[in-house]
């Protein structure tokens, strides 16, 4: 490992890109300006891949973007803002699978202030070297047979052989990126990279649920996002009991329509029965219940016939 970030200098015209995202303009001496590999299109520890294509959608989403410790969501915990992004082929190196080895970088700037000095020293000392981004993409293609894991299911298993060909994921069309992280153990070898979903609406934590039951080789969340699948997870446990409470309530109207209608039959085979219903059986049983009245039996005898019914039917 050559190491992800390393200090860096200023070039001209870097203070203009700086201060475009400033309120007040900074001079040279107020900042400090490093580079770091954000991600490459290596296979990384989860046999996930970037495509180069990908790489290249990233550059522009990742200029901007905030540089925090460990995929902290706190404010307190902002470090730096990546200005300039660029994609660098790593001459004389090649992908796992045997591609040209292409490197997603960034710079990126943090104030010389009495709080930054530590982490400035760090990175000049080459003990803060790791990092990793949080991200987002369409589509996650299996190497094998093409398919996307996410939409279309899949039966290979990432870093197994199949007739000689290694299975990974192949991650491509860019949606968003979101932070970059100083990390000690980044997923990628060069630079490390945290795959991550948005979990805005039902069908994207449907996407990330689904992704979680397919994973098999571990998979990091960013803490908001895990703070959305507890919100999610909590949501579901309070749905759970008030589903519990509604069938409960609704075996109890059953079994009173039930014994009524068959007052013969022990309660405790009605109760075993009910016990095994589903919701929707048993409300279907409610509703024939309450609708249908009490059969006639076929032998009951039947009412006299009043003298102008008598043989009515073989009057002409």
């Known amino acids: 490992m050559t190491g992800n970030i390393e200090k860096s200098f200023l070039k001209e015209g870097d203070l203009a890109k700086i201060n475009h995202y400033t309120v007040e303009p900074l001079a040279a001496d107020d900042i400090f300006v490093f580079t770091a590999t954000l991600c490459d299109n290596d296979i ?9 294509a990908t790489l290249e959608e990233l550059a522009p989403l990742f200029e901007g973007k905030t540089v925090i410790a460990d995929h902290s969501m706190k404010s307190a915990d902002q470090r730096a803002r990546i200005f300039e992004t660029f994609t660098e082929k790593q001459e004389g190196k090649t992908t796992a699978d045997g591609e040209a080895l292409y490197a997603l970088k960034g710079r990126a700037y ?4 009495e709080q930054n000095a530590p982490l400035i020293a760090e990175i000049e000392a080459g003990i803060k070297k790791e990092g990793s981004v949080s991200c987002a993409v369409a589509k996650h293609t299996c190497s094998v047979c093409g398919r996307d894991r996410r939409t279309e299911g899949c039966e ?12 990974y994921t192949l991650l491509s069309e860019a949606q968003d990126a979101y932070e970059f992280s100083f990390v000690a153990v980044p997923a990628q070898k060069e630079a490390g990279v945290t795959k991550t979903f948005t979990v805005t ?14 994973c098999d080789n571990g998979l990091q969340l960013s803490q908001s996002q895990a703070a959305e699948l507890s919100q999610y997870i909590e949501c579901l446990e309070d749905e759970a009991q008030l589903g519990s409470a509604y069938k409960k309530e609704l075996s109890s109207k059953v079994f009173t329509l039930l014994k009524e209608k068959l007052p013969s039959v022990e309660a405790t085979l009605l109760k075993s029965v009910i016990a095994v219903m589903t919701a929707d059986e048993l409300l279907g049983f409610q509703r024939s219940l309450e609708q249908r009245e009490a059969p006639t039996p076929q032998l009951a005898a039947k009412a006299e016939r009043s003298e102008s019914e008598h043989y009515s039917e073989f009057k002409i």
């Open 156 to 167: 290979h298993r990432p870093s197994r052989q199949y007739e000689g060909k290694l299975c």
């Open 201 to 214: 609406e039902d069908k994207d934590t449907m996407e990330l649920l689904q992704t979680l039951k397919s």
């Open 110 to 113: 943090m104030l010389r202030t």
């Open 44 to 52: 990384d520890r989860d046999f996930e891949k970037f495509t180069l």
